[in-house]
């Protein structure tokens, strides 16, 4: 499983669990060339996943992510609830409710229809992978595969060693995922919430720490957060933008504020008053913000309309933008 340069076509995928990140990997993995198997692990999947993964493939095909339109890439698809049809997959990923005892029932169900080669991973947003893989049939097999919604844009992707993983499986993946539009990031070593949830958390925790001390509003946290970094982070990460903006400025700052930001354990009342009240954000129009539906409908389009835009914009800088251009110089 470490062959040079995988041919997406000769390559059968299955995705089990099709909520709202199972349908959005089932569309990239479409549009990569894949055939795919997309496993219902409960009903209602079997009624809303054809019509949302047709919606994004035509979406995608009015916006040029593809050349092939959606009735062409559904012929490569099968909708199942049937776990025998995994059979012939090389690579599968488990894309359900973020709940330990759900994924294990799941995995027990893939490991007795593939053989011992298919790869099995995992969407999961935080539980460490060497967890994950500790009752797996063939743990060096199992990685974590963590995605970013909508899947069908975003070129992030996290490929995940857990402590028995073999790394080869890792690189094969990391390879392939080139192929999806991807710009992978490995991570070699498990750790709790991998890279960019560590990151993000620790922005969240500061996030919550500011509104429930009375430092500032949730409204002017949100928009802090959407002019600084907001307004360079696709273009660079961190390190890159302390090299365009001056090193020293961030090491002088480092030394007085590091002791005190916060490093709070508790998950914040914030979140917890309004999860307890049943606030799910938009999908529910309850969240941090109160929505009309009608407000809540347009987010969820603004959102969408964005993802494609701000493809566009990502697609314009690659991580490698600076030495194409020397290469351009030079030709
Ligand atoms: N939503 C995101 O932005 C995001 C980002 C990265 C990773 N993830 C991770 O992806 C996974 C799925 O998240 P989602 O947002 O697609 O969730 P979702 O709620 O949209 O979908 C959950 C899916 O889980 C499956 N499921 C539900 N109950 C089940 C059961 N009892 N047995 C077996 N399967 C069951 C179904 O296929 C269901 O559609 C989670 O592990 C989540 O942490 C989500």
Redesign the pocket.
Known sequence: MNEQNPEPKDIPVAVV??????CSITTCLLMAGHQVVAL???PP?MVTAMPRIREHLERSFKEKITTHPADELLSNLTVTEDYKLLGESKLVIE????DPA?KK??YEKIEAVVPDETLITS???AIPISILQQNAKVPSRFLGL????PSHTTRFLEIICGDQTYIKHAEWLYELSHRWGKEPILVRKDIRGFITNRLMYAMFREAFYLVENGYATIEDVDRSCRNNAGYYMTLVGVFRWMDLTGVPAYHNVMKDLFPVLSTGTEVPKLIDDIVKAGGKGISNAHGFYEYTPEEATLWKETFEEFSYEIRRLALKYPADVVKKKLAAKKD
């Open positions: 669990g099709l909520g709202l990140m199972g219902a692990p409960i999947d894309c359900t409710l973020e759900i029932g799941v969407n999961t947003s963590h995605w970013a919604e």
